[in-house]
């Protein structure tokens, strides 16, 4: 069983900084792609950032230059650094670990989703 539990959301004026952290947790190998996705109410879920196992990192235009997302392979681990927050920045973000290979099972490959943390931006 492998889960995913993000913390650091939280309230913020605009112009503000907040970091969200996940954890992975399980019998997990390695993680090929970790990424934040957002999901503001009425609206589809939009990808945020996305990072590699070898570090390579990319972001959704709104939040380049902004936003910062780093990971720890060894413990499965990635973060999201928000900087210079907006109103429009406001959704609940989710972490998400593709490519995920679990103890055991050597040949498939796991998607999984946390549950997700808000992020309120007031202006």
């Known amino acids: 069983q492998v889960q995913l539990v993000e913390s650091g959301g939280g309230l913020v004026q605009a112009g503000g900084s907040l970091r969200l952290s996940c954890a992975a947790s399980g019998s997990i190998s390695s993680i090929d792609l970790m990424a934040w996705y957002r999901q503001a109410p009425g609206k589809q879920r939009e990808l945020v950032a996305t990072?590699?196992?070898?570090?390579?990192?990319n972001y959704a235009g709104s939040v380049k230059g902004r936003f910062a997302i780093s990971r720890d392979n060894a413990k499965n681990t990635v973060n999201l650094q928000m900087n210079s927050l907006k109103p429009e920045d406001t959704a609940v973000y989710l972490c998400?670990?593709?490519?995920?290979?679990?103890?055991?099972?050597?040949?498939?490959?796991?998607?999984?989703w946390g549950q997700g943390t808000q992020v309120t931006v007031s202006s």
């Open positions: 990072i590699t196992s070898g570090g390579s990192t």
């Open positions: 998400n670990a593709d490519g995920v290979v679990v103890s055991g099972l050597p040949g498939a490959r796991f998607r999984f």
